[in-house]
């Protein structure tokens, strides 16, 4: 049941584009995103529900294809303070929210 | 406005000793759910609490077990402890009464943990 991350870990100069992608053998009612730097809690980036909705946060931006149970999150132009774990968690029907094992990400000046 | 608050921060414990982790949920938010976070892996559910009763619960023995209080804090229980048990915990609260664009799905506030060592 725990979603699949790809790739593990990513690592960019700044202004560089990247796109890491979370996918479910089960049919999902959505998608959140998180971003979790070193020593510190999670943070919420963005919830996609299905629909197939885009969502922005500032550059991050996150797709949802409910019939292929994948969501992708893009960064687009990134900046050093997007350096950190980003998890995606689903949830298939009931209230709890599964996180993937992470793909890391690096960007560096 | 205070968000989540967990403590304690740091705790060491020894193999078969019980110990109880602390959450306070940010203000307005009535559910939180526990996580256990180990060294380069994602969180791991390991329940849900609302309206005092446990809601939901992941893949985790009967050795975790938890509380709420009416104010909506939380606690975390964990006996006779394994090394296995050593991990970064994780307290998230939500409101279960969000309508987001239709939808009851809340995000999840975390805060930052709870440090457990077995030994």
């Known amino acids: 049941q725990q979603p699949v991350q790809s790739p593990q870990a990513v690592i960019l100069r700044e202004g560089e584009d990247a796109v890491i992608n979370c996918s479910s053998s089960?049919?999902?009612?959505?998608v959140h995103w998180y971003r979790q730097k070193h020593g510190e809690a999670p943070v919420f980036l963005m919830i996609l529900l299905k629909g197939g909705e885009q969502m922005r946060h500032e550059k991050i931006s996150a797709s949802f294809n409910e019939k292929k149970q994948q969501s992708s999150l893009y960064l687009t132009a990134s900046q050093l303070s997007y350096s950190g774990t980003y998890f995606c968690g689903t949830q298939g029907g009931s209230e709890k929210l599964v996180f993937g094992k992470g793909t890391k990400l690096t960007v560096n000046p | 406005d205070a968000g989540v608050t967990q403590s304690p921060t740091h705790l060491i414990k020894t193999r078969g000793q019980q110990v109880t982790l602390r959450c306070s949920p940010k203000?307005?938010?009535?559910?939180v759910s526990w996580y256990q976070q180990a060294l380069g892996q994602g969180p791991q559910f390991i329940f849900q609490?609302?309206?005092?009763?446990?809601?939901q619960r992941g893949n985790f023995p009967d050795r975790f077990s938890g509380h709420q209080f009416p104010n909506y804090s939380s606690e975390l229980n964990v006996n006779a402890l394994l090394l296995g048990d050593s991990a970064l915990y994780l307290c998230a609260s939500s409101f279960s009464g969000l309508v987001w664009r239709g939808s009851y799905n809340s995000p999840l506030h975390f805060g930052n943990g709870t440090r457990l060592t077995v030994t």
């Open positions: 089960k049919a999902l009612y959505s």
């Open positions: 203000s307005g938010h009535d559910t």
């Open positions: 609490y609302y309206e005092e009763e446990e809601r």
